[in-house]
Nanobody
Framework: QLQLVESGGGLVQSGGSLRLSCQANGFTLDYHAIAWFRQAPGKEREGVSCASRSGNSLVYADSVKGRFTISRDSAKNTMYLQMNSLKPEDTAVYYC????????????????WGQGTQVTVSS
């Protein structure tokens, strides 16, 4: 079964850190561009970060630049989102995604999606 399985969300105080994990099952993550999206209540899903297949291109939303880091571990076939200096406005359901392409792309083009994990940042 081809799927992405997420873990690592939770409740954290403002200024704290969390690391989200997303393991690929049934396919090799190294052959894909990867991304993290998030969706807050009443808002559209938005891009947080993405990394090209080669890893040479990393993109971050302005709102998370300098605080979040996207990465992958080939041996574990897993991608990560390290989130530091969290703010209440980071509260959302976070989704990992992958597409069999070199480059990051638009939301609708991603082929594989995680189930979503809730991140709640209290003030």
């Amino acid at each position: 079964q081809l799927q992405l399985v997420e873990s690592g969300g939770g409740l954290v105080q403002s200024g704290g850190s969390l690391r989200l994990s997303c393991q690929a099952n049934g396919f090799t993550l190294d052959y894909h561009a990867i991304a993290w999206f998030r969706q807050a209540p009443g808002k559209e899903r938005e891009g947080v970060s993405c990394a090209s297949r080669s890893g040479n291109s990393l993109v971050y939303a302005d709102s998370v630049k300098g605080r979040f880091t996207i990465s992958r571990d080939s041996a574990k076939n897993t991608m990560y989102l390290q989130m530091n200096s969290l703010k209440p406005e980071d509260t959302a359901v976070y989704y990992c995604a992958a597409v069999d392409s070199e480059w990051c792309t638009l939301l609708d083009a991603y082929k594989y999606w995680g189930q979503g994990t809730q991140v709640t940042v209290s003030s």
